[in-house]
């Protein structure tokens, strides 16, 4: 009888596996309370709002408490694991009602019976009651090596940067060291200032971006030891801790004597459509309608903003300037040229869709069927 206990002491696929706990949650933000209205509104930060114990370890880099700088690692080698991302809908409850990737998404019916698969995104983003949201599963290897901190994230930029970050490692310990990996490996995590454009003003938000700070020196040392970077993949992390940002009982909170203002920057006024229309060409005026002139400069403002938004991304995202280094020039050259020739190409475009336009309707009101088809034959309509 002695035998027949002890023959059976582990379960295969649950007793070899070992998971890391959550030690704590690091945010981006603090909750704010007015004190005139006695609203709550989350307010970003330009620090990580950190654990006292995460704080103590950093005490003599940041006196202050406001720690704009952690060292991470990544427990294990998958990033779907250590960085999940999707677009997500809590409604006015605690617990997640929606999720997709942008294609397709699982939404619970209204009484929470069942699950329907339907397309992402959907209305709910447009009302901007659905959102983007990422968590970010890291070891804090100063503090502690025995568990994970999570950080949720909202923002698209953090969210590209922190990805771009990983990709980076990886090219890197592919090249140096000849294996795909990114876990155990030394980075830092950092929150930095970037200016976003939205409807018309400027906004500083307060980033996340991903680094390796290991000269060639330490990744030869990486590189003469592969245990220290071998973690041993059966570790599970703990389930991501999901609740609606609303419901996030350890938020700091913090009484303010003001509600939050529009953090806009009032921007100078200048003539609609500067950069072009003092380049249309004279023979507009023998084509265009004031309607169609309005439809001109909407077109070319589109086409600036994308330009301007490139020049951007080329001239202060750090990946970028880490990737293409001395291309970075030539690369603002041909958005300069692109710029130039746009006017010249969408005008010739725009004037033959009106022209083209114009024919139409001369050929509708002669309401002539032949001559109809004979133009939609000539033009492949």
Known sequence: MGNFKSRFTKIKGTSEVRRLPRLGKIRLGIKAISKKTGNEYPKETSY?????????????????????????????????????QAYKYY???????????????????EDKSSIEEIECPCELLEQKKCQRRAHLLIILPKVNMGG????????????????????????????????DRFALIPLVLK??????????????????????TLNAEQWNRIKSDF??????????LPPVEDINPAFDEGATVVEVEEEAKDTKEPQPQKPKNQKFSAKL???ANQYLTV???????KWNADVEEKLTYAEDEIMHRKHIIMSFGEMRPKLLAIIREIRK??????????????????????????????????WKIKEGK
């Open 281 to 283: 060409p004279d023979e």
């Open 91 to 109: 409604g006015q409850t605690r617990g997640l009602k929606c999720i997709g990737n942008g294609e397709t998404a699982t939404r619970f019916s």
């Open 227 to 236: 245990r220290i970077i071998s973690p041993d993949e059966r570790i599970a």
């Open 148 to 179: 994970i901190y999570q950080i949720d994230i909202g923002s698209f930029h953090s969210i590209v940067d922190i990805n771009s970050g990983i990709d980076y490692v990886r090219a890197l310990s592919q090249e140096i060291l000849g294996i």
């Open 191 to 212: 929150r930095e200032p970037i200016e976003t454009h939205f409807e018309g003003g400027k906004q500083t938000h307060y980033t996340l971006h991903l680094y390796s």
């Open 291 to 297: 309607s169609e002139i309005a439809q001109w400069e």
């Open 48 to 84: 990580f709002i950190c654990p006292d114990e995460v704080k103590e370890v950093y005490r003599d880099k940041f006196p202050n408490g406001e720690i704009t700088s952690l060292d991470v690692m990544f427990p294990i080698n998958d990033p779907e694991v250590v960085f999940p």
């Open 341 to 374: 020739d746009s006017i010249k190409y969408n005008w010739e475009k725009f004037k033959k869709e009106i022209l083209l336009n114009a024919v139409w309707k001369e050929l509708n009101e002669k309401d002539s069927v032949k001559e109809i088809n004979e």
